[in-house]
């Protein structure tokens, strides 16, 4: 990502400010993994969209009109010692020169001069209950201001949360950001592709996860945008399966749930497909249900309608196939108002998708669906879970999970299916397999 779309960022943000007003955004904490050890540090997306700073013990301050610069960055001072071991720190110079900073300190004398930057401000833009530590630090140098107000200093009077403005600006994204998810959904694509390929009846769920990563990782991918799913047979019925320890038995399906982060933008793709390559008559049925479920709801995809409409056409989708097969009884509309389907398909059909895999923005805007607009990303996961042991379903239908998930962009006119490269459909999914054999 450039300098120049960050810069676009802030200009935005500081836009949206007034006179009076402060915005205070800390980076994310180092989590330890065990003992002595931490985890790869990965910057908070909201701190990283406006800075892209990847440091951490680094916190960024926006002051509209501020004669020595709007952007404050607090951040680590150089250490020659600390960086042979855990490499270079940009300091303060570097957080001016390459990371635009108009003004940088070290992060240690924060609470000398932050509280003094806050000064007769009216208003401080900052989010509570992220980092409670942080928290309580910030209302000290409120306090701390206060505490001075017969000396003539005037303490700002209220708390916006930053939230609502930043999550906004993230919801829309720019064809610079768009560029990156392309690219983790190229990754992406490249990684099932090999999954499918290499399946085979015998392997553990595990070794199809190492399969991703690789690809994954030989293609620029630093890590997965989250915790890969790998669910043979029964495991595909729940939903967040990451264990990926068992067999993959000839005649499973296998449900992959997997996404690239590419310059800190998610992928997010489900495909589901029989281990042994070829889909058995119950299994097809059910997938061409899935399948039609999502054709439908990508359709709804458009300028104009609402959140709700692609899952409102993916339910009656799902809801018409399950009747066909049987897994329903009943009239078509009193299914839907009574969400019958709720037993076989009981979570929404997407997300917006972004930074984070689930990433931010409001689905209702008062009590009203929101709007799609051009620069919104989602994904489309339809699926149906039938665990063994369902109660009055043949066993023909037992122990079959299916969920097809792509990524979508809303344009202009209509919408861009980021993750369409993929096979999706029966034929397709068989002959990619069988191209690997």
């Keep these: 990502m450039s300098q120049k779309e960050f810069i676009r960022r802030r200009k935005q943000l500081l836009k949206m400010l007034e006179p009076g007003d402060i915005a205070i955004l800390p980076a994310a904490n180092m989590k330890i993994r065990n003992r002595d050890v931490e985890y790869r540090y990965r910057p908070d997306s909201d701190f990283y969209y406006l800075t892209g700073f990847p440091e951490p013990e680094a916190v960024a301050v926006f002051i509209p009109g501020r004669k020595h610069g709007e952007y404050v960055l607090f951040c680590r001072e150089r250490d020659p010692v600390m960086e042979t071991w855990v490499g270079k720190r940009a300091g303060q110079d570097g957080a001016c020169e390459e990371y635009g900073a108009s003004d940088s300190f070290p992060i240690n004398d924060i609470d000398d001069i932050l509280p003094g930057l806050m000064e007769n401000t009216e208003r401080v833009f900052y989010t509570m209950g992220n980092n409670s530590k942080f928290d309580t630090r910030v209302i000290q140098w409120v306090n701390t201001l206060r505490d001075k107000a017969r000396s003539g200093v005037h303490a700002p009077g209220e708390f916006v949360n930053l939230d609502h403005v930043l999550h906004e600006m993230r919801l829309f994204k720019s064809a610079t950001e768009v560029k990156a998810m392309r690219m983790a959904a190229k990754i992406s694509v490249a990684a099932h592709q090999r999954a499918?390929?290499?399946?085979?009846?015998?392997?553990?769920?595990?070794?199809?996860?190492?399969?991703?990563?690789?690809?994954?990782?030989?293609?620029?991918?630093?890590?997965?945008?989250?915790?890969?799913?790998?669910?043979?047979?029964?495991?595909?019925?729940?939903?967040?399966?990451?264990?990926?320890?068992d067999v993959m038995n000839d005649g499973d399906l296998v449900l992959i749930d997997a996404g690239a982060e590419y310059d800190y933008y998610a992928a997010d793709i489900t495909r589901t497909f029989p281990v042994n390559g070829t889909y058995s008559k119950a299994q097809k049925a059910l997938y061409e249900v899935v399948l039609a479920a999502q054709t439908a709801a990508i359709e709804q995809l458009k300028p104009d309608n609402h959140w709700n409409d692609p899952h409102e056409a993916a339910v009656r989708a799902m809801t018409e196939g399950l009747v066909d097969l049987g897994l329903l009884k009943g009239r078509l509309p009193t299914l839907i108002k009574n969400e019958a389907y709720k037993r076989f398909y009981m979570h929404r059909t997407g997300h917006w998708l972004g930074m984070d895999v689930h990433d931010v923005g409001d689905y209702k805007l008062g009590d009203e669906w929101r709007v799609l607009e051009k620069g919104m990303v989602m994904t489309v996961e339809p699926g149906l879970y039938i665990p063994l042991g369902s109660k009055g379903v043949a066993k023909k239908w037992q122990g079959i999970g299916i969920r097809i998930e792509d990524d979508v962009l809303v344009t202009k006119s209509g919408h861009d299916v980021l993750t369409g490269a993929l096979a999706s459909s029966v034929d397709e999914v068989e002959a990619l397999m069988a191209s690997g054999n």
């Design 196 to 245: 499918m390929r290499v399946c085979q009846p015998g392997m553990y769920e595990y070794e199809l996860e190492a399969e991703l990563q690789y690809e994954f990782t030989r293609r620029g991918s630093p890590s997965t945008a989250y915790s890969s799913i790998v669910g043979a047979g029964n495991n595909a019925c729940t939903l967040h399966y990451i264990d990926n320890c």
